[in-house]
């Protein structure tokens, strides 16, 4: 996946997630630790993973050291 696709996806989850939370809120307990059929179960670890990988690939682009 380019950057481009990364940071598309990390708008879409974004979306979602907004849009998750106006219909039911989002406590806090879902937010960090959901149950595994959660709608935020392994959330916060791809919005994470696509957030590092979109920094280093920024990075990349202009040759710098993250």
Known sequence: MNKQEMITK??????KFQEFETANGVDPQDYFTPEDSHF???YRQEYADL????????HAEVGSKA
């Open 10 to 15: 990390m708008i879409e989850m974004q979306k």
């Open 40 to 42: 935020l179960s392994g």
């Open 51 to 58: 957030a590092a990988a979109v920094n280093a690939a920024a």
